[in-house]
């Protein structure tokens, strides 16, 4: 991951022609190294052939797990550990724990997915990382291409289609 | 295909639908108690949950339209069509009560002028459970919500005849129509939802009553949505309506239902926490007299749209979201079900004991109360009921949607609707 990388990108002005050239990019069996916007785009990720995120797989898990640990901690609790008695319940009263099991499982999956998240893009406190461009942010559509072990023929044709679909400027950047 | 035809042969077996529902409603009414508590309950039950299927129609269609949802626009037309079924509604309540003034049935224990007299807690009720409010209140606000949705279907026909007019004037008249009728409809259905429902238990009462309810309601209304979406599709009408639309239909199942079933938990543990007397009763009736519906009504409508729709491919598919609606459709009828039947059961039998001769108190609360089918169980004449009320309430839908075109062209948020994406 720590090896540089020289990158062809485009900027467009639009989200509609970086639509197109994303997929004229894989219809010419173009290798699409990432696309950024400053906003969520429909149907970016279809035309990208992007598999469906299986993060939220990790959340059912992540979520099963806290549910698991809530409900199962209190029971030991309070049947082997510390019974007491609580207004004339019984030892192991279930609606009581519902609260605390669904809490729970809204905190194992919410930090879980969190975590992965940051685990699955690089990202940590104190780490950054390098932006093509920084109007990305603001209002240009980036598509770019990953030129590191390409030559200067196939580099030539990547800065040919950019142009000719439709961006607006072209620029090769080392990362 | 823009217009809905309503041919012969879908009157032929919504026809048929109503006869069957007006052969058990009778069958009923013949083979029963002499207080004909099951064909009273039956009654009820269905034109409560249609009516409020109805009412939450008109709700979602003001709240997507107060929203400014674009998704919804396609399907607009189906809850315009729902929504006018509040019509036929507001007479079969009307029914129930001329029933409670002519004491025609004994459903309700306020209604028993003698019993409030004697009784303390009813008494401190009786300036909101009588006669006169159930009557009267459900006309006024009742035609009041008719009066909304009529207003809100003729502009939108307007529009469609008409075009959009100088600044979507059409649409700016709608969007001020449902902002008024969204708060209006929050707190006035409240007051028919304890009239209608709550006070058959007439001592007792919860505060959070009226939004399970009406949870109920918006379920059993998006269920019915999604398979009227997908038989419309099926006969070549909605095209335009993608998986996409089903996506977000069944996202509303699936969030309504959690919704629900939260309401469902809260009122349940705060009651069972307390554990105070007088309103454990409610509970303490149903998880002893009436234990396979008080767990089945929680299984079907938790678990079954919770696991199934959690996926994303599963709301998108037709087969799926077919079967998750109708098991939530079902489900929500028999929540209503236990809602109703239980609190009419007690009233009726003491009321039996009571003109018999017998002290007021001859069915203990909480008493091993029998198993019957058609109280403790729907039984195959509450299914035909369902099935006749059910026919009649599409043999409406289907009346009004054949007299407008099924997409409102010009609306302006159509092209927002054709265009609509999730994933």
Redesign the interface.
């Known amino acids: 991951m720590n090896k540089e990388k020289e990158v062809i990108y485009g900027l467009y002005d639009d989200e509609e022609i970086l639509l197109s050239a994303v997929k004229q990019a894989r219809a010419d069996h173009l290798d699409i190294m990432d696309v950024y916007t400053p906003f969520p785009v429909h149907g970016l990720d279809h035309a990208m052939g992007m598999e469906e995120s299986r993060l939220h797989i990790a959340g059912f898990v992540y979520g099963a797990i806290g549910t698991l640990t809530a409900f199962l901690f209190m029971t030991w609790v309070f049947t082997r550990d510390w019974p007491i008695i609580f207004g004339g319940k019984p030892y192991w009263s279930v609606p009581a724990f519902i609260p605390i099991t669904f809490e729970l499982t809204v905190l194992f999956s919410a930090i879980g997915m969190t975590v992965t998240f940051f685990t699955i893009c690089g990202l940590a406190p104190g780490r950054t990382n390098p932006t093509l461009d920084d109007r990305i942010t603001d209002d240009k559509f980036c598509l770019a291409f990953d030129a590191s072990d390409s030559g200067e023929d196939v580099r030539d044709g990547l800065r040919n289609f950019l142009s000719s679909t439709g961006a607006s400027e072209v620029n090769l950047k080392t990362i | 295909m823009d217009q809905f035809v309503f041919d012969t042969k879908k009157r032929w077996v919504l026809g048929g639908g109503m006869i069957l529902g007006l052969l058990c409603l009778l069958i009923t009414f013949f083979t029963d108690d002499q207080f004909h508590t099951r064909f009273w309950t039956n009654f009820l039950h269905n034109s409560v949950f249609f009516t409020g299927i109805a009412f939450i129609s008109l709700f979602i269609l003001s709240a997507f339209t107060t929203a400014l949802a674009g998704w919804s626009t396609l399907i607009k037309r189906i809850w315009e069509a729902y929504s006018l079924f509040m019509i036929p509604g507001l007479i079969l309540m009307l029914v129930i009560a001329a029933g409670v003034w002519g004491h025609w049935h004994h459903l309700y224990h306020w209604a028993d002028e003698a019993a409030v007299k004697a009784d303390r807690i009813m008494l401190g009720k009786s300036s909101f459970l009588n006669k006169n409010w159930y009557a009267f209140g459900t006309l006024i606000i009742v035609g009041a919500w008719i009066f909304f949705a009529m207003r809100i279907r003729k502009y939108s026909t307007e529009e469609d005849k008409n075009g959009p007019g100088t600044d979507f004037s059409y649409h700016r008249k709608i969007r001020i129509f449902s902002v008024i009728f969204l708060p209006l409809a929050g707190f006035s259905s409240a007051a028919m939802i304890w009239q209608w429902i709550m006070s058959l238990d007439a001592h007792w009462y919860s505060t959070l009553f009226a939004w399970y309810t009406g949870a109920s309601w918006f379920l059993s209304a998006m269920s019915l949505t999604i398979l009227t979406v997908i038989y419309l599709r099926g006969q070549g009408y909605l095209q335009h309506v993608t998986a996409d639309h089903l996506h977000d239909l069944g996202k509303y199942l699936f969030g309504i239902s959690v919704f629900w079933t939260y309401l469902w938990?809260s009122q349940?543990?705060l009651i069972?926490?307390a554990?105070i007397g007088e309103e454990t009763i409610y509970f303490r009736e149903r998880m002893d007299n009436y234990k396979p519906l008080f767990f089945l009504n929680l299984a079907i409508n938790f678990l079954v749209p919770f696991f199934i729709f959690?996926r994303?491919d599963t709301k998108r598919k037709v087969g799926s979201a077919a079967f998750v609606a109708i098991v939530v459709f079902i489900g929500h009828w028999l929540d209503f079900f236990l809602m109703i039947k239980p609190g009419a059961r007690i009233t009726a039998m003491e009321a039996a004991a009571h003109s018999a001769g017998g002290a007021h108190d001859a069915v203990a609360h909480g008493a091993g109360m029998p198993f019957a089918i058609g109280f403790s169980f729907p039984g195959l004449l509450e299914i035909g009921t369902m099935i006749g009320f059910l026919s009649f309430f599409f043999y409406m839908v289907f009346t009004r949607l054949a007299q407008a075109s099924l997409t409102p062209k010009n609306d302006p948020y159509i092209e927002e609707s054709l265009h609509h994406?999730v994933?």
Do not use: E, K, L, T
Request: charged share 0%; net charge neutral; hydrophobic share 50%.
């Open positions: 938990f349940y543990m069972w926490y554990n959690m994303n994406q994933v």
